[in-house]
């Protein structure tokens, strides 16, 4: 059964960082896709960026694009989301996930509990 963390959410200000991580189990981390998701209150969940199997590409919605990387460490089935320049419209609720590739980021498992991001303006 696949098991999706995420943690290092929190109430930042606006033009301040945080770092998300995922720890992802019951999968085979390696050769899988991972991307990254939010939702905003009284919005649908949309998508953030995703990074290929081996961490070599990455992809990033415009809104994110410049502010945002996304990473991986394969020995530590982890991936991670360090955000900078932040926005207030950027609080949302983060969630990763995995995904069939990079041009089609369709989620492949069940949601984890995500991690809520709160930037103050």
């Known amino acids: 059964q696949v098991q999706l963390v995420e943690s290092g959410g929190g109430l930042v200000q606006a033009g301040g960082s945080l770092r998300l991580s995922c720890a992802v189990s019951g999968r085979t981390f390696s050769t899988t896709v991972m991307g990254w998701f939010r939702q905003a209150p009284g919005k649908e969940r949309e998508f953030v960026a995703t990074?290929?199997?081996?961490?070599?590409?990455?992809s990033y919605a415009d809104y994110v694009k410049g502010r945002f990387t996304i990473s991986r460490d394969n020995a530590k089935n982890t991936v991670y989301l360090q955000m900078n320049s932040l926005k207030p419209e950027d609080t949302a609720v983060y969630y990763c996930?995995?995904?069939?590739?990079?041009?089609?980021?369709?989620?492949?498992?069940?949601w984890g509990p995500g991690t809520l991001v709160t930037v103050s303006s």
């Open positions: 990074i290929g199997w081996n961490g070599g590409p990455s």
């Open positions: 996930n995995a995904v069939i590739s990079m041009a089609q980021p369709t989620t492949l498992d069940a």
